[in-house]
């Protein structure tokens, strides 16, 4: 088992910066990438950004250029620097980590943190 804790959600106004942090304990090993999803209200959850263990990351289009995804090596917890941040960003910030359990990968989520970002 994966526990997920995030940390760094908040209330910004536009334009504003935000710092997401998500910090994985448990059974780590064999984690092999950990990224954010959010889900504004009255939508589906939507991927923003995701690091591999080789350090690899993708974004969704609509972030790409404001928010940057970080982390250290296998035992630090992943970042999330959100810039330039527009209303539209609001919604719960969800943590995940994938990790190879057997033959396929395993999803594990955190709780979310709230991100509002007022006009």
């Known amino acids: 088992q994966v526990q997920l804790e995030e940390s760094g959600g908040g209330l910004v106004l536009t334009g504003g910066s935000l710092r997401l942090s998500c910090a994985a304990s448990?059974?780590?090993?064999?984690?092999?990438?950990m990224g954010w999803y959010r889900q504004a209200p009255g939508k589906q959850r939507e991927p923003v950004a995701t690091?591999?263990?080789?350090?690899?990351?993708m974004y969704a289009d609509s972030v790409k250029g404001r928010f940057t995804i970080s982390r250290g090596n296998a035992k630090s917890p992943v970042y999330l620097q959100m810039n330039s941040l527009k209303p539209e960003d609001t919604g719960v910030y969800y943590c995940?980590?994938?990790?190879?359990?057997?033959?396929?990968?395993?999803?594990?989520w955190g709780q979310g943190t709230q991100v509002t970002v007022s006009s």
């Open positions: 995940n980590a994938d990790r190879v359990e057997g033959l396929s990968p395993r999803r594990y």
């Open positions: 448990g059974n780590i090993f064999n984690i092999i990438t």
């Open positions: 690091i591999s263990n080789g350090g690899s990351t």
